[in-house]
């Protein structure tokens, strides 16, 4: 058994319907431990950082202008700009994350998903604009949870240093508590 990380990321199609507490019910079967959990607007950058890869298979899959569409729809999305404008993102810790959570998350596409999975349950194709609104995202692999994991969180904001970290002096202006 291998101690892995999964980062989940309760889409704005599940903050609209209320589905927080339902898929954190079934998360919870996995017996796995939260290390981070946020609830945040996601802005332009952060869509397109965090699917970039998703970008070129929709051009190899659509052609360029459809599958660009497709990339700017789902980006849109993830953004909020059909639903909420938040997300509720979370990492999971222990082992076999990701087979875990996988199996209890289902298929991408929620025609193909199990009908009792997560997805099966409660995603759709948006019809309009090819979406697949499947209320949640699950790491697919170590290597992607680390680098998904690395985008969406500061260590600082994680319970557990779960990767090597450095300090460095930064100059940085944010915003603070008064």
Known sequence: MEIEQCLIIIKPDG???SLTGN?????SETQLKIVGARILK?????????YSELREE???KFGKDRGTEIFENTVNYIMGKFHTDRVMVLVYHGENAIAKIRKLVGKTNPE???PTSI???YGRINSKTGVF????HASDSQKNAEKEIKLWFTPDQLSELIYPITTEKTEIERTVWK
Not at 133 to 136: A, G, K, L, Q, R
């Open 23 to 27: 898929i954190m019910s079934v998360l």
């Open 42 to 50: 996601v802005s332009q950058e952060l869509a397109k950082k965090h």
């Open 15 to 17: 903050l609209i319907k």
């Open 133 to 136: 609104e499947n209320v949640i």
């Open 112 to 114: 193909e998903a199990d």
């Open 58 to 60: 929709q051009v190899k």
């Open 119 to 121: 997805r099966g349950k």
